[in-house]
């Protein structure tokens, strides 16, 4: 079962505060994408791992961004300062064990940004 | 790199009509063109896909097109239920082992 555990589910802060989102796949995978999901601008892909290791970050917006997956089952997405142009849905997908190229989405993390 | 554009934004039809949503994309070397679907509160879930070594492809009410020559192609379902409500997405990728594109959501409302 190719799922994806999010935390938190909602978070709520304010302008300037460190915002950490969490993402831990059920079963370990090498391949793990953040997505970020607004009303403007659709999903966008933030950054995506293989192996453990960042492949392509270039959809990061700027250095307040930051993601790390320390091992196959773990990674964080870490925001600091966060600002109100943050708020948005955060997705963590993965892909599913056959390779068929089928994404697996966690139920995402609601930020606002006060 | 890939441009995913996609049609309607929102789209509302009555339960039992057909309802139609297109995508283009910009990179002739996409071969893997996947369909989400996203309830609300919910991450998105694959619904259907399509490569590029096909034309068309059904699964019951649901079924995608693509023409590779134009760049294009589409998601038709059929008989429409209230529980097809959601928001859809296209999306476009590299032999399916690249990360996808997405189209920014058909909002699709099937009013019964």
């Known amino acids: 079962d190719a799922g994806v555990i999010q935390s938190p589910r909602h978070e709520v802060t304010e302008m300037g505060q460190e915002v950490t989102l969490r993402c831990k796949p059920i079963?370990?995978?090498?391949?793990l994408f953040w997505y970020r999901q607004t009303m403007m601008r659709g999903l966008e892909l933030l950054i995506y791992?293989?192996?453990?290791?960042?492949?392509?970050d270039s959809g990061m917006p700027e250095d307040r961004f930051s993601a790390k997956m320390p091992n196959a089952s773990f990674s964080t997405l870490k925001i600091q300062p966060s600002e109100p142009r943050d708020s948005a849905v955060y997705f963590c997908?993965?892909?599913?064990?056959?390779?068929?190229?089928?994404?697996?989405f966690g139920e995402g993390s609601r930020l606002t940004v006060l | 790199g890939e441009n995913v554009e996609q049609h309607p934004s929102t789209l509302s039809v009555q339960e039992g009509d057909s309802a139609v949503i297109k995508c283009t994309y910009s990179?002739?070397?996409?071969?893997?063109f996947p369909w989400y679907k996203q309830e609300l509160g919910k991450g998105p879930q694959l619904i259907i896909d399509?490569?590029?070594?096909?034309g068309e492809k059904k699964d019951q009410r649901i079924a995608v097109t693509l023409n590779k020559t134009a760049k294009h192609f589409s998601l038709h379902i059929t008989e429409t239920q209230p529980e097809d409500s959601a928001v859809y997405f296209c999306?476009?990728?590299?032999?399916?082992?690249?990360?996808?594109?997405f189209g920014k959501g058909t909002r699709l409302s099937v009013i019964a």
């Open positions: 997908a993965i892909w599913g064990s056959l390779n068929t190229g089928e994404l697996f």
């Open positions: 079963s370990g995978h090498n391949s």
């Open positions: 791992f293989n192996n453990n290791v960042p492949i392509d």
């Open positions: 990179d002739s070397a996409s071969n893997y």
């Open positions: 399509i490569r590029s070594n096909v």
């Open positions: 999306a476009a990728s590299f032999s399916g082992n690249t990360p996808l594109v």
